[in-house]
């Protein structure tokens, strides 16, 4: 299993920013996936999860409203739409896969957003 996120980078407060995570190694379609992000600090949290055929979608109240979490099963991506970007959403933000109760993370993309 291989999870590689890009599209990090520094965005103004207000700002948008389109996460991707690209899965190999597995069968895409099969499972659910999530985004988490991490904070120098902080705890690892979740802000997005989606189900294996895309259709449920959950998102803690600290981000509901302005992410969005989305699938492309041909190109076994996940995305994660990020809008109105606020400073206390930076952080390091990671997908991750979980099968037969074991977790895989991919390496993070940073995303800093100035105020």
């Known amino acids: 299993v291989q999870l590689v996120e890009s599209g990090g980078g520094l965005v103004q407060a207000g700002g948008s920013l389109r996460l991707s995570c690209e899965a190999t190694?597995?069968?895409?379609?099969?499972?659910?996936m999530s985004w988490y992000r991490q904070a120098p600090g902080k705890e690892r949290e979740l802000v997005a999860a989606?189900?294996?055929?895309?259709?449920?979608?959950s998102y803690p109240d600290s981000v509901k409203g302005r992410f969005n979490i989305s699938r492309h099963r041909s190109k076994s991506t996940i995305y994660l739409q990020m809008n109105s970007l606020k400073p206390e959403d930076t952080a390091k933000y990671y997908c991750k896969l979980r099968v037969l109760q074991r977790d895989f993370w991919g390496q993070g993309t940073q995303v800093t957003v100035s105020s």
């Open positions: 989606i189900t294996s055929t895309g259709i449920t979608t």
């Open positions: 190694g597995f069968t895409f379609s099969n499972y659910a």
